[in-house]
């Protein structure tokens, strides 16, 4: 019974992240995992409700992956107690992770919800932004110690999508580093490089708030 409702939900975060809330049906998923109408409703009620569990899986599956098995993700007061050291160490590491999932191709549908929020309702929106705050405040967190901008500065902003744009290596971009340097896959190492590339960018614009260069 365990492995239905872990077949629903791996079809059903699939067909959400392609195809969005609305325009996915109980029909579409029930096909597509090679189960019984009966089986949404015994596990989870309706279609809102299988989307919110979607949701959860997900987020859950980001965290283990992320941080592993047991690890929670830090919070606020964690994060105020953290020397730099520590601060740029687990900002590499988010970083690192996603810049290894957008070049080894893997797909992360999570964040293909995500990029569907602004066509789905009011209520999905708030559902969806609910589940995804705690990874998107913990960024945030980190470059407030790091850089000594106000929480709620909007250059503060900028530089958090400065740096974590470098990251958004869609399909397109992927194909395009592979045709450009005329290669058949990203290999271990060139990743690598490129996550290195990443990171002397990212020090280059923290370092410069440090030593107070910005004004």
């Known amino acids: 019974m365990k492995d239905t409702r872990q077949k629903i939900l791996r079809a059903a975060m ?27 409703h015994y596990y989870f009620g309706d279609k809102r409700g299988l989307y919110k569990e979607t949701l959860h899986f997900l987020a859950e599956e980001h965290r283990r992956k992320s941080w592993g098995e047991s690890t929670p993700l830090p919070t606020e007061k964690d994060v105020r107690g953290y020397s730099r050291e520590q601060a740029l160490k687990l900002l590499r590491h988010m970083l690192d992770y996603l810049l290894e999932c957008g070049l080894s191709n893997r797909d992360l549908p999570l964040e293909r919800i995500f990029t569907r929020v602004e066509l789905e309702s009011a209520p999905m929106r ?6 995804l705050a705690p990874y998107q405040e913990l960024p ?18 900028v530089v958090s999508h400065s740096i974590f744009g470098q990251v958004m290596l869609s399909e397109c971009h992927r194909l395009v580093i592979l045709k ?33 260069n910005i004004k």
């Open 14 to 40: 699939r067909l959400f992240a392609r195809k969005g809330f609305s325009g996915t049906s109980v029909r579409d998923i029930v096909s597509a995992a090679r189960v019984n109408v009966s089986a949404i």
């Open 126 to 131: 708030q559902m969806l932004l609910s589940y």
């Open 180 to 212: 450009k340097l005329g290669v058949s896959h990203i290999s271990t190492a060139l990743r690598q490089q490129i996550k290195n590339v990443v990171w002397r960018h990212t020090l280059a614009i923290l370092n410069s708030y440090q030593q107070g």
């Open 140 to 157: 945030h967190l980190l470059l407030v110690k790091l850089t000594g901008l106000p929480a709620k500065s909007p250059e503060l902003l």
